[in-house]
């Protein structure tokens, strides 16, 4: 009687274990979709991301070559998910920091790059914000950022400190623009929607305004027999990088406050190198921004104007490089030294080329650099000219060389300089000194100056005191007057004093 009871039993749990067993399988998530056999939404939990804290990155110098005196490793094996899901990583930089996409990589070091190696091929002007995405097989995702910190490993101390005296302020407004330093006067733009100019009398510090045609933006001035000429440029626009480039020529008698407009540029550029020979004016370089484009494009020819006939002429030598190059003016005769070939954000080579204009010829000739050169920065000097630029494209981009030509035979001597230069490098001539300095609101070096004694031969190094109220955050621009070196945040003019 006992016995088939017991078998009923039996029977009843297991029925029960393998309908629990099946009810298990189906409210499992078995193809990663987020849902069970059923359909029926699961739970989403996020992974949590996480990178190791990074250390402050030095720069050194070392044979002349700016490098990093660390590998910089980030490490996010630290990550997790709560359901122990597979995770997938991925590192990528912030949106205003695109231009530099090609220049900075990011190497895996593990096989699901949790951790991995930053190749830096170019400097951010500023410290560098990297993003980690990490993703878990739900689709699931968290976001997590880090700051990585440059500073500059110096090797040596400053040979002496540099001071600024403030001359005087602007009148209130928008942001001033150094433009142009004159004979008699010095001249600056003011305001954006409606910008203006303010002629300053550097002898008693006096400001008088005047308005311009078009509301023009990032033009050039050049000055021939008491006139000046503003040279390209752009109006205002909506688009990404600003104004848009214009082929405009106007010639300003500021005696007759009297406005002209000239012969128009073959080729529209805004923010073109301008220098004099004779009475004709050269222009290269530049940038031309379209309307709705997402960057500028460099603009590489050469173009020359004949006030005799106002006429311009496109004269650029054969194998101009894109952009990059210096347009200098000694002696009678224009150089155009080094430069890129490509834009700043996608150089494949650097240029050793110096083509060399002689006007009363109508003739190219060419030189060469010791080594090739882009990014450069030209000022001439009595018979020099002096450059500074980098060596590679590849690697980090070298900042600290400097070049010396002497147009009386075309030597050109090779200079490492003793401190770093990080970014719109300026150079400045101040009677028998050079100064080399940067000119950018980068957080790396800003108070550091080179310095180059041309009856010595010798270098050496200033810093600017820190009391001495000029904000080093500031965009600086600096120029030569009178063998003394003034610059301007935009809101005061100062006067260095070294």
């Known amino acids: 009687m006992n016995k088939p009871i017991c078998i009923v039993l039996i029977t009843t749990l297991l029925v029960l274990t393998v309908t629990r067993c099946r009810k298990d399988t189906i409210d499992k998530d078995q193809n990663g979709d987020g849902q069970n056999n059923n359909g029926q939404n699961m739970d989403k939990k996020t992974p949590n991301a996480v990178i190791s804290p990074i250390q402050t990155v030095y720069l050194e110098q070392k044979d002349c070559n700016t490098q990093f005196s660390q590998d910089i490793i980030l490490d996010a094996?630290?990550?997790?998910?709560?359901?122990?899901?597979?995770?997938?990583?991925?590192?990528?930089?912030?949106q205003y920091q695109t231009?530099?996409?090609?220049?900075?990589?990011?190497?895996?070091?593990?096989?699901?790059?949790?951790?991995?190696?930053?190749?830096i091929s170019q400097l951010p002007d500023r410290d560098l914000t990297v993003y980690l995405t990490v993703s878990n097989s739900t689709g699931q995702q968290n976001t997590k950022s880090e700051s990585i910190f440059f500073e500059l490993k110096e090797p040596k101390d400053a040979d002496f400190s540099i001071t600024a005296n403030p001359l005087m302020s602007f009148p209130p407004g928008d942001y001033h623009r150094?433009?142009?330093?004159?004979?008699?006067?010095?001249?600056?733009?003011?305001?954006?929607?409606?910008?203006?100019?303010?002629?300053?009398?550097?002898?008693?510090?006096?400001?008088?305004?005047?308005?311009?045609?078009?509301k023009l933006t990032n033009f050039s001035v050049a000055e021939q027999n008491e006139k000046?000429?503003?040279?390209?440029?752009?109006?205002?626009?909506?688009?990404?990088?600003?104004?848009?480039?214009?082929k405009s020529f106007y010639i300003f008698d500021k005696a007759l406050d009297k406005w002209t407009a000239a012969a128009s540029l073959n080729i529209a550029r805004s923010d073109p190198i301008v220098l004099t020979l004779g009475q004709k004016i050269m222009i290269g370089g530049g940038y031309q921004q379209v309307p709705n484009a997402?960057?500028?494009?460099?603009?590489?020819?050469?173009?020359?104007?004949?006030?005799?006939?106002?006429?311009?002429?496109?004269?650029?030598p054969p194998g101009l490089p894109a952009s990059g190059y210096a347009l200098v003016a000694n002696n009678g005769k224009a150089y155009i030294l080094g430069g890129n070939n490509g834009n700043n954000y996608t150089t494949t080579a650097f240029s050793d080329r110096v083509y060399i204009y002689n006007d009363a010829a109508g003739q190219w000739s060419e030189s060469r650099l010791p080594d090739s050169l882009g990014n450069v920065t030209g000022v001439?000097?009595?018979?020099?000219?002096?450059?500074?630029?980098?060596?590679?494209?590849?690697?980090?981009?070298?900042?600290?060389?400097?070049?010396?030509?002497?147009?009386?035979?075309?030597s050109i001597v090779q200079h490492c300089l003793p401190a770093l230069l990080v970014y719109s490098r300026r150079i400045v001539p101040a009677g028998n000194k050079i100064l080399?300095?940067?000119?950018?609101?980068?957080?790396?070096?800003?108070?550091?100056?080179?310095?180059?004694?041309?009856?010595?031969?010798?270098?050496?190094?200033?810093?600017?005191?820190?009391?001495?109220?000029?904000?080093?955050?500031?965009?600086?621009?600096?120029?030569?007057?009178?063998?003394?070196?003034?610059?301007?945040?935009?809101k005061q003019v100062w006067l260095l004093n070294f």
């Open 380 to 410: 001439s000097s009595g018979p020099y000219i002096f450059l500074s630029g980098d060596l590679k494209p590849r690697g980090l981009r070298n900042t600290k060389i400097a070049m010396v030509m002497d147009t009386r035979n075309n």
């Open 77 to 94: 094996t630290g990550s997790s998910d709560p359901d122990s899901s597979k995770l997938h990583f991925e590192w990528h930089l912030g």
């Open 178 to 214: 150094h433009k142009y330093t004159g004979n008699n006067y010095w001249i600056f733009q003011w305001g954006y929607d409606d910008p203006h100019l303010l002629f300053l009398n550097p002898t008693n510090a006096s400001f008088s305004q005047g308005s311009q045609p078009d």
């Open 294 to 316: 997402e960057e500028p494009d460099p603009v590489s020819s050469i173009e020359l104007y004949d006030p005799a006939i106002n006429k311009w002429n496109i004269i650029s």
């Open 228 to 246: 000046l000429f503003f040279i390209g440029g752009g109006t205002k626009s909506m688009n990404t990088w600003g104004n848009v480039s214009e």
């Open 436 to 490: 080399f300095l940067t000119g950018n609101n980068s957080s790396l070096q800003k108070e550091i100056i080179n310095v180059y004694n041309t009856q010595t031969g010798q270098w050496s190094v200033g810093k600017f005191d820190s009391t001495t109220g000029m904000d080093l955050g500031g965009y600086f621009q600096f120029w030569s007057y009178q063998d003394k070196i003034y610059t301007t945040d935009g």
């Open 99 to 119: 231009p530099l996409k090609d220049h900075i990589h990011f190497v895996p070091i593990n096989s699901d790059s949790s951790k991995v190696r930053v190749v």
